[in-house]
């Protein structure tokens, strides 16, 4: 078998507290992501969604585990990964413009002022922002229009792996199902591999591949991998009417509404040295059907791994 | 008719100016005619008569003559005022900018550093409070030149301000925009440069304005404790000369100078302030 582009590996989180026994976020937190996938991680706030992003930006580090890309471990912030912060995180002294060559310039230090401009407002018409727009600073655009040079600057910089914490979790409901579309019409045409942190569970099933599910926290867990089958292209007016969708979302809202706290509360205490544990793989979209096993057709790396973090109940409902 | 609020302002300035004046004006009697002085007039040669505050006419009369020709040398005790704000001037600049040039790199250091933050506080907590003139006679004893003395307390006064509003700036940059050069993989001096700079350029620059502020006090004190040329000396000059019309005078050079000081560093104030 050979190995996945991005391979997390019992990553676990404690914070020492004075006095008291650790605070551990998450524990053994193990799963694979392919190149060119779109996988969304939800869960509850105080899960670790963030630490474990920020862990896989390199700008923060695990307790134990580890992160390895393309072979090689991630120990520090780098280019091959972009990320798109929740509070867009643009220089407020630059414009839109300004805040996308920053980027390239820092992606290519030998390309010429010209270059760098012609990538920078490929990127930006891309996202829709052009005829004077680009020269506005940030404080003069909308929230949508950040997020939107956001993500224009993490494109830019053709990152191996994009990571977005929560890109749209401050847009109102409309801008945000735009720049959705926006952002699936340029991820289809990049073969970007992308992580990203939702709460919107139907942003998720519209953008995904797969979906992982995080337990409650603290110890929280990536207790699921729930295979997306749902074909591209999508769009929101009619991706609910495939007849998977009701299915994946009712899995995922059962998930999060009672499961996530239930298995988090049967955390198995063995304090022996746990192996890494891949999520188990789940396809709600066909469970009605009555299908058999894994048809074969995912590539999900969990599904010749056991799957101890599931009910047996639950995999009956599944597969 | 309503017109706008400056202009409104503007009309209510004009009108305090006046009445302040013409009170000041109408206080100031008119100095009597010499043939009618007491024994005790005479003895003093009518210097009773002329020793009193001069009326806001004899002073516009002595700005208009310093004014029309400012830059005037007729010996030590005698330059236009021209001359002497321009020495006060340099002395201020010159010390400003030494300050400047060690106080933001300090403050830098200061602010990414919690280590040196902590080193170094204790001494900063301690030298700041120091009036500057304090140090002038150790300045004078181990520099043995006023000039230089003079431009040394300039120095020692506007480092603190700078100091610690620069080490406040970059100690208050946004993580945001740090993680946003550590993901770009920056080196540090391009971090410093590109991202923490421009970000703490608002507080720092708000130091500068502080500080040119202090120094432009100080440098009246310095230079009448100094002496020589400046407008500090100008001003004790003058009051050894019993003028008061000159005093009067070059305390309003001093304040108009402190303002358009001000003035120059809201310009640049504005040119690095931005909005989140």
Redesign the interface.
């Known amino acids: 078998m050979n190995n996945p582009f991005l391979q997390i590996d019992a990553l676990t989180k404690r914070y020492p507290s004075p006095g008291g026994e650790d605070l551990t976020v998450f524990e053994e937190v193990s799963f694979d992501i392919n190149k060119g996938e779109f996988v969304c991680i939800i869960g509850h706030s105080g899960c670790g969604k963030s630490t474990i992003m920020n862990v896989l930006?390199?700008?923060d580090t695990a307790t134990s585990g580890a992160v390895t890309m393309d072979g090689k471990e991630v120990v520090?912030?780098?280019?091959d990964?972009?990320?798109v912060?929740q509070?867009y995180?643009l220089?407020?002294?630059?414009s839109a413009l300004k805040n996308v060559t920053?980027?390239v310039r820092?992606?290519h230090p030998d390309w010429s002022k010209e270059q760098i401009l012609e990538h920078s407002y490929k990127y930006l018409e891309m996202v829709g922002l052009s005829g004077g727009a680009e020269h506005r600073?940030p404080?003069q655009l909308s929230g949508g229009m950040r997020q939107r040079v956001s993500i224009a600057r993490a494109f830019a910089?053709q990152p191996k792996l994009l990571l977005l914490d929560e890109p749209f979790g401050a847009l109102d409901a409309l801008t945000r199902g735009t720049i959705q579309d926006e952002l699936i019409r340029i991820w289809s045409g990049s073969e970007q591999t992308v992580f990203m942190i939702t709460h919107d569970v139907d942003e998720a099933i519209l953008l995904a591949d797969r979906i992982l599910l995080m337990t409650n926290g603290p110890y929280a867990r990536v207790a699921e991998s729930v295979v997306i089958d749902i074909p591209r292209p999508r769009n929101r007016a009619e991706i609910i009417h495939d007849p998977g969708y009701y299915k994946i979302r009712n899995h995922l809202v059962e998930f999060l509404a009672l499961r996530s706290k239930a298995l988090a509360e049967e955390r198995p205490d063995d304090d022996g040295p746990m192996k890494p544990r891949r999520p188990a793989t789940v396809r709600p979209a066909h469970s009605a059907e009555g299908e058999g096993p894994e048809d074969g057709l995912g590539e999900g790396p969990g599904e010749d791994r056991p799957a101890p973090l599931v009910e047996p109940e639950r995999m009956s409902l599944v597969q | 008719m309503v017109s706008s609020l400056p202009a409104r302002a503007l009309f209510l300035s004009a009108v305090i100016l006046v009445v302040t004046l013409g009170i000041w004006e109408l206080s100031t009697p008119a100095v009597k005619a010499a043939g009618e002085m007491t024994e005790y007039e005479m003895l003093m040669g009518g210097a009773d008569q002329e020793a009193r505050v001069p009326p806001p006419s004899q002073v516009l009369e002595r700005a208009w003559e310093e004014l029309s020709n400012p830059f005037y040398d007729n010996g030590p005790n005698d330059k236009g005022i021209g001359i002497q704000v321009g020495y006060s001037l340099f002395r201020v600049l010159t010390g400003y900018f030494l300050a400047a040039m060690i106080a933001i790199p300090i403050g830098f250091l200061i602010g990414m550093s919690p280590l040196m933050y902590r080193a170094l506080d204790p001494f900063i907590q301690v030298l700041r409070p120091i009036s500057p003139l304090a140090w002038m006679p150790l300045a004078l004893f181990i520099i043995k030149d006023s000039e230089a003395s003079s431009i040394f307390v300039i120095f020692i006064c506007s480092i603190w301000p700078m100091l610690i509003n620069t080490a406040f700036g970059v100690a208050g940059v946004r993580k945001?925009?740090v993680?946003?050069a550590?993901?770009?993989?920056?080196g540090s001096l391009r971090t410093a440069l590109?991202?923490i700079l421009?970000?703490a350029?608002p507080t720092i620059v708000t130091g500068m304005r502080i500080s040119i502020g202090i120094a432009w006090l100080v440098i009246v004190a310095a230079e009448m404790l100094v002496g020589g040329t400046g407008v500090g000396y100008y001003v004790w000059n003058e009051w050894n000369n019993l003028d008061l019309t000159s005093v009067i005078f070059s305390i309003l050079v001093i304040g108009v100078v402190g303002m358009l000081l001000d003035a120059a560093f809201a310009q640049v104030q504005r040119a690095?302030r931005?909005?989140?």
Do not use: M
Request: hydrophobic fraction near 40%.
């Open positions: 930006a390199g700008l520090g912030p780098s280019l990964r972009g990320v912060f509070n995180s220089l407020p002294w630059r920053f980027g820092a992606r600073k404080s910089i | 945001d925009w993680n946003v550590r993901t770009h993989e920056l590109t991202v421009p970000a350029a690095v931005y909005q989140e």
